[in-house]
């Protein structure tokens, strides 16, 4: 892979939490300013997924290979994969009283490398993003995550991605939570990073989220497994059916 | 001699005892000891106040507050297993500053030295720290400074000055607020004090900029008995700041401060301080504040480093309305403990006070909390909030929290509130996530937890406490 630049790729991951297997063999391929979805049900495994391939301790990747801009990260631990450009919405953010959002995220673009000219520009680029997201100016003096109601702590989290550029975000339920006017908002902002080569991986149980996001492809896990994948018409299919037709589908078709 | 002709001789207090043997018929003034022998007694405190050429009064009382010292047992709470492991025989109990100046740069420990490169601390600064002989005395934002003062009428001296130069303010004030008999180490620093702030605003002046240990120079600051007292008379303010960031190097092992503030009617003080004590330490403090009707007292109190530390900072509200903070971090390391808190008496109607405590613990230290709120009955509708944090960094470490609240009167509100708190693993995780470390992703955390104390802080103490805690965490974690 390490002659491909700029894709986010793994293959045949399988990733064990407590001596389960949750996930069980999932390959994807995703090349900068794609968005891809991975969507289903409730303990399909997706949630597993995604914490494992940013390098939450917990989640044992047992085989597979992950390579991002042809560094493989395997070998690497969270940081330094978060360095590597991979980036995690979290589904349930955590609160670090006493660090303000501005503190942070100025903490947090120093860490992987970012340059002087970049922190100079810190306030300035802050305030940008801040106007993307219709985040109100206050919030760059708050505590992360500190009391934020949900919407405003995924909101945060995006403003976390447009401040880090990594070269790709894998947003876990980002639009679970959300009323339909921060959905807008949301989106607009995954939109905008995608449209400067950033790639997605979106991961989630709602179609919604789709109608504003629009993915190249869908991918449907079930199990531990992608069960299908397909184009956009694939989540108009899920919204309209559910996902049972698909569970006498036969698994392991992976991949694209 | 008058005093401030020698000040502009530069020869300051360190010439006290020169003059004192040309007066009184010592022909060398290198015959009189530089240190007093080992070990405390009556000829030791005597020879200590005649050298500072003390009014009777202060000998009298320097004698008395032996004789109590004596007299006390050591307290059976707190960590009385290092308390009875000082030996008081083995103490020089007074050394001239003469022979604390003269203490090279050379002697002082290599690891001392680093931090002090760490934290980037001016050479000048770092010398005084370190105890080399101070250089500010030429320095002119140091003059400028006390020309200002001088014209509003505030009197900024150490205390042996203050005592020489206004003697009628300090017998008033001195002792007040503790007297000897309220501790063993009370009174041992009531017999043997040395050095310390005197300072006393005159009614309604405003003191515009915080005052600091360090613009005295020509002085003993860090003596191991220093003794401070701070009147601010009615309606006025001021904000005094004792120590530094940087680590407090000695070689004395003992050090008991007794600080004593006095709020008059209006009045506003806030006194912080933040010590980083070598590791060989025992800072045993006495601190107390007397505030007066509608007065607000606060103490902002930052511990590190020390072998052992006790230390309550305490406020007596005595007039209705008076206020009372108490804002305190500890960060106990291995082999240390740090036993800190805070009293609050309320002896007035519609007083208020808030005490917001927090430690840190790491690599086995321990941090107690120990705290005592009293309302006295006729003190009713007083409100009074506490709130004790603590935050172990690993399972080695221990913190314990011991409060009392002794509430007599009627319609009181009190709110109280403990948490002892774990850095949680999906906290690290959030953080490494984002590209920290997971050292990085801990210090941003204690960072946080510390930072309702650090924004009390002006900026450059601010800045300075966050870069010691690094150095402090180092090491220890991960």
Redesign the interface.
């Known amino acids: 892979m390490s002659d491909r630049k700029n894709v986010f790729a793994f293959y045949d991951i399988h990733v064990e939490i407590e001596g389960k297997e949750v996930v069980k063999g999932v390959t994807l391929e995703i090349k900068p300013g794609e968005k891809h979805a991975i969507m289903g049900p409730n303990g399909s495994g997706k949630s597993s997924l995604a914490n494992a391939l940013?390098?939450?301790?917990?989640y044992r990747i047992t085989s597979g290979q992950a390579y991002l801009a042809g560094k493989n990260l395997l070998e690497l631990?969270?940081?330094e994969?978060?360095?590597a450009g991979l980036?995690?919405a979290?589904q349930y953010?955590?609160a670090?009283?006493?660090?303000t959002v501005a503190n942070?995220l100025r903490?947090?673009i120093k860490?992987?490398g970012g340059d002087e000219e970049r922190l100079k520009n810190f306030r300035k680029e802050l305030l940008e993003k801040f106007k993307l997201l219709d985040i109100d100016h206050s919030f760059a003096a708050r505590?992360l995550n500190d009391g934020f109601s949900g919407g405003e702590k995924k909101r945060i989290e995006i403003l976390?991605m447009a401040m880090?550029k990594p070269l790709v975000a894998i947003l876990d339920e980002t639009d679970s939570g959300l009323d339909i006017d921060a959905l807008k908002i949301v989106s607009h902002g995954i939109n905008t990073f995608a449209h400067k080569d950033g790639g997605v991986l979106l991961v989630t149980h709602y179609q919604r989220i789709l109608n504003y996001v629009k993915p190249d492809r869908i991918h449907v896990m079930m199990d531990g497994r992608i069960v299908r994948s397909g184009g956009p018409e694939l989540a108009l299919q899920l919204e309209e059916q559910g996902y049972d037709w698909l569970k006498i589908e036969p698994a392991g078709v992976g991949g694209r | 001699m008058v005093v401030g002709e020698l000040q502009n001789k530069n020869l300051g207090i360190a010439s006290i005892g020169d003059d004192y043997a040309a007066q009184y018929g010592f022909h060398d003034a290198e015959d009189y000891f530089h240190k007093s022998p080992k070990g405390l007694s009556h000829e030791v405190v005597e020879m200590i106040s005649r050298l500072k050429n003390e009014p009777e009064w202060m000998t009298k009382f320097r004698h008395e507050a032996l004789d109590i010292f004596l007299a006390k047992p050591m307290p059976q709470w707190g960590n009385t297993e290092l308390l009875n492991s000082i030996d008081f025989s083995d103490i020089h109990y007074y050394v001239r500053p003469t022979e604390k100046q003269g203490r090279s740069w050379d002697e002082v420990p290599e690891n001392i030295k680093k931090t002090f490169d760490r934290l980037g601390i001016p050479e000048a600064e770092r010398k005084f720290l370190a105890g080399v002989s101070a250089q500010y005395e030429s320095e002119v934002v140091y003059h400028s400074l006390k020309e200002d003062l001088r014209k509003q009428g505030i009197i900024f001296l150490d205390m042996d000055g203050g005592l020489r130069e206004h003697p009628e303010i300090v017998r008033k004030y001195f002792s007040t607020v503790i007297p000897p008999s309220d501790n063993k180490f009370a009174a041992l620093n009531s017999a043997v004090w040395s050095g310390g702030s005197f300072i006393y605003v005159p009614p309604g002046v405003d003191v515009k900029i915080p005052l600091q240990a360090y613009f005295r120079i020509n002085a003993e600051n860090m003596g191991q008995f220093e003794r401070t007292l701070i009147i601010a008379d009615k309606g006025s303010r001021v904000h005094y700041i004792e120590g530094c960031t940087a680590p407090v190097y000695s070689t004395n092992s003992l050090h008991s401060a007794v600080v004593e503030l006095i709020a008059l009617e209006g009045a506003y003080i806030r006194y912080t301080t933040i010590q980083n004590w070598s590791h060989n330490i025992f800072n045993l403090v006495t601190k107390r504040a007397m505030a007066h009707a509608g007065a607000t007292v606060e103490w902002v109190d930052g511990n590190l480093g020390s072998r052992l530390t006790m230390k309550y900072p305490c406020v007596y509200l005595v007039g209705e309305g008076a206020r009372g903070e108490i804002l305190s971090i500890a960060l106990a390391g291995d082999g240390q403990h740090q036993d800190a808190g805070a009293k609050v008496i309320h002896a007035a109607p519609r007083t208020s006070s808030r005490i917001t405590s927090k430690s840190i613990s790491k690599a086995g230290g321990r941090a107690s909390y120990r705290g005592l709120v009293k309302i006295y009955p006729h003190a009713h509708d007083c409100r009074v909030s506490v709130e004790c944090d603590a935050l172990l960094i690993d399972g080695a470490s221990r913190s314990d929290t011991y409060p009392t609240m002794e509430i007599d009167a009627e319609r009181v509100r009190v709110e109280h509130e403990a948490r002892v708190s774990k850095i949680a693993e999906e906290q690290l995780f959030y953080l490494t996530s984002r590209g920290l470390t997971e050292d990085e992703a801990r210090l941003l955390i204690i960072n946080g937890f510390i930072e309702p104390f650090t924004k009390e802080l002006p900026m450059e103490y601010a800045v300075e406490l966050n870069r010691l805690i690094e150095l402090e965490m180092e090491g220890s974690v991960g």
């Open positions: 940013a390098g939450h301790p917990n631990d969270a940081t994969r978060a360095r980036f995690l979290f953010p955590l670090i009283p006493g660090v942070f903490t947090a860490a992987s505590y976390q880090l």
